[in-house]
């Protein structure tokens, strides 16, 4: 899941990546276009209820492609802003930064967590987050 906030940089939004409690790993990230795809990603750290999150200042007025990373295996944010494939037909979540301005139609209010209505290439499958609602 993500949730938008006004960032402290200016042309910013922050996007907080949280996946929940139930997730059980040793090694949590979350891996994009903001961070070309290097190394381990930006790590995701468990809070004291349990969830993962990680907070990134991303400009605004973009999108990016993501994915999480746990333990090594590439999970997809169904949740997400919208859902993409690549070139090799590997699965990718979006995120849209439009600030308020400049919303994008299926962008949610600032602060608020980013549950769009389940589409029909929104199903659940091995590799993919669903969260509970």
């Known amino acids: 899941m993500i949730y938008k906030t006004e960032s402290p ?27 070309n795809w290097q190394g381990q990603g930006a790590p995701l ?17 973009d999108q990016y492609m993501f994915h999480y990373l746990v333990d090594g295996e590439k999970l997809v944010d169904l949740y997400a802003d919208g859902l993409s494939q690549d070139n ?13 301005q400049h919303r994008h139609p299926e962008n949610t209010d600032s602060g ?19 969260p509970t609602p």
Not at 112 to 130: D, H, I, M, Q
């Open 9 to 35: 940089l200016p042309d910013h939004v922050r996007i907080v990546f949280e996946l929940p409690s139930s997730v059980w790993a040793h090694h949590v990230s979350v891996l994009g276009d903001f961070n």
């Open 45 to 61: 750290h468990q809070d004291h209820d349990g969830h993962w999150r990680t907070a990134l200042d991303l400009p605004a007025n």
């Open 88 to 100: 090799y037909r590997d699965q990718k979540s979006i995120v849209f930064t439009f600030t308020p």
């Open 112 to 130: 608020t967590p980013n549950r769009l209505t389940p589409k029909s290439n929104r199903v659940g499958r091995e590799g993919a987050y669903t």
